[in-house]
Structures are given as structure tokens and as C-alpha cells.
């Protein structure tokens, strides 16, 4: 069995143990899979698996725990979106993942129960922090080639499609953004793979 | 995780941002029924959640069109409350975080 890593269009093999098979005008980067189990550690190595790859190549990141028989099943695999991947490739080209997460200052708080706060006040709540949201994503998404807001409980999740050589603006910007809304705590990490652009219909 | 910070929070301090992780398990399939209840629990919860937010984001439309009396606004308000606070306690439960109720629909994307 084969753990694919990722989708490039580079025909530059990756170093032993891993292997790349191409398939038509795409390359599918594998690792020998493993029955370890899947902790933060071997969440770690497979980032830095992928980072060390994406410093060579553009690619897209493969869903974590895709295994398949060998290099043929994997080919068989991609084969059917050849085409979607290929212009999902071209969307990340030159470009890197950048995260932001902003907590409100309730975050750390547990949520009032239903008796400490009236239906209104809840409601007005709610409104803040969606207006919270789009107050520090806006400016960010107009820094960034594309991006989505995640799923998550913070005031805002989202991920950014920065080109690499944008990154240091957009983080100065993100600075900026600091100041503007001291009311959020705010962290930007990365630079990642393009784990939330590797789909078409994201951005 | 600290070298891949770009700009922490201006305090300096991560530890909010910072969450226990816990072991996603094996990469084999687990049949035993306590995993296979909190998996029905978890695909029970998402529909519930997804209906929840629906609802609450179709609420906050229609107030801040202001097309609501304040009565009607402090009765939806403690409605999506109590259904907030009740998932909440169901998704201790069963050990479930706001990030497990969704679902990945290949090329669709995300559910929520």
C-alpha cells in the first residue's frame, strides 16, 4: 500500500522513501504508508513532508489517510479529475496558505446560560460577531489571491491563497488589522500547502 | 507550531488559541459500537446543527431588516439560546468539538 502526499505537475522525483508516478500531465507524490497511528506527531511529519516538497513544486495536498494498492491504483484514482486537478494546480500556482484565527474576547469565557442573558441580548450578540468577522476578513481577503472562511468557534477561522512573494504584505497588513480591531486577539500562521484551496468550488 | 507563527496576538500569549489534541486513532476502521454510536450521534448532531444555523442566520437577516416587533425578536432570540446551549451539552456528550458537526461532500465541499 501507497499514502498519496500530493498533485503536482512537476516531473522533478522526490527523494527516497518517496516516490512519484506520473500520470498524464500530472505527478502523484507518494509515501510507503504506515500503520502508525494518526497523532499530532504524524500529523507533523506528513506537514513536514509536504513542506519539503512544496519548496521544489507547486502542488496540490492530498486528502491525509488516502491509500491506495500501488502506483497504478493511484493513477486510476486521479485519472477521472485529471482535468479539475489540473485546474486546481493552476489556481495555486505560486502560492502559498497563510491562517488566520481571531477570538473575541468572550471566547474564553463559557457561553452565558439561557437564564443570565435575554433573547436579545443573544441575538445582538450574534450580530456582533458576525460583524466582527467580515471587520477583520475583508481587508484580508482583498491582500489575498483567494480565500474561505472554516468552520470553527473562534470569531473568525479563514484561510488565505497569498502569493509567496505577497506574504510579508499580507502579514503587514494582518498587523495593521491588529491595531485596528484590538478587541479580537488575532494569530496568523503559516506558510502551509494549500490544503483549503485543493478543492474546486473553494475561494 | 511556534515557528510557523507569522504574527502572533499582540499580547504575545497563544495559549487561546492553543488546544488540547487528542489521537484521531487508528488508520483502521473501528467497528466497536461505542465508536460506531458516537459516529451516528456526530451525523445526527451535524443535520441538527446545519438546520440550527440555517434558522439562526435566516433570524439574523430578518432583524437586522429590522421586519420584526420586539417581542418576536426576544422569542426567537431565547429559542436559538436554549437550542444552542442543548447542543452544546449534547456534543459533550459525546465527546464531540463544534468543528466534528460537519461534513466533507468531496466535490460539493463542506456542509456548514
Known amino acids: ?203 | 507550531m511556534k515557528d510557523k507563527v507569522l504574527a502572533g496576538p499582540l499580547g504575545g500569549d497563544l495559549d487561546p488559541f492553543a488546544k488540547p489534541t487528542r489521537s484521531i486513532g487508528s488508520r483502521r476502521f473501528d467497528a466497536d459500537p461505542e465508536s460506531l454510536e458516537r459516529g451516528l450521534a456526530q451525523l445526527v448532531l451535524t443535520i441538527v446543527e446545519l438546520l440550527r444555523q440555517l434558522m439562526e442566520r435566516q433570524a439574523l437577516r430578518r432583524i437586522d431588516g429590522g421586519g420584526l416587533t420586539d417581542e418576536e425578536v426576544e422569542r426567537l432570540g431565547r429559542t436559538f439560546m436554549e437550542l444552542d446551549a442543548r447542543m452544546a451539552e449534547l456534543r459533550d456528550q459525546f465527546g464531540l468539538d463544534a468543528e466534528d458537526l460537519n461534513l466533507d461532500l468531496g466535490p460539493l465541499g463542506r456542509l456548514l
Open chain 1, 1 to 203: 500500500m501507497i499514502e498519496l502526499l500530493a498533485i503536482t505537475d512537476d516531473a522533478t522525483p522526490p527523494d527516497p522513501p518517496l516516490g512519484a508516478v506520473r500520470c498524464g500531465r500530472l505527478s502523484v507524490l507518494w509515501a510507503p504508508a504506515t500503520e502508525a497511528a494518526l497523532d499530532a506527531d504524524a500529523l507533523w511529519q506528513r506537514e513536514v513532508l509536504l513542506e519539503q516538497l512544496m519548496e521544489r513544486r507547486d502542488l496540490l495536498p492530498v486528502r491525509l489517510g488516502t491509500l491506495v494498492a500501488d502506483e497504478r491504483a493511484a493513477c486510476e484514482a486521479i485519472a477521472p479529475r485529471g482535468e479539475e486537478l489540473a485546474r486546481a494546480l493552476e489556481r495555486v500556482r505560486g502560492a502559498v496558505e497563510l491562517s488566520v484565527r481571531a477570538l473575541g474576547a468572550s471566547d474564553d469565557a463559557p457561553s452565558p446560560a439561557p437564564g443570565e442573558q435575554t433573547g436579545r441580548e443573544y441575538l445582538r450578540d450574534r450580530l456582533a460577531r458576525d460583524a466582527l468577522a467580515r471587520e477583520v476578513h475583508a481587508p484580508l481577503a482583498a491582500a489575498a489571491r483567494a480565500s474561505v472562511v472554516l468552520d470553527g468557534p473562534e470569531v473568525l477561522r479563514a484561510a488565505y491563497l497569498v502569493d509567496r512573494d505577497e506574504v510579508d504584505a499580507f502579514v503587514a497588513r494582518f498587523r495593521r488589522l491588529q491595531h485596528e480591531c484590538s478587541s479580537v486577539a488575532m494569530v496568523c500562521t503559516g506558510p502551509w500547502p494549500p490544503y483549503s484551496f485543493a478543492e474546486e468550488g473553494d475561494a
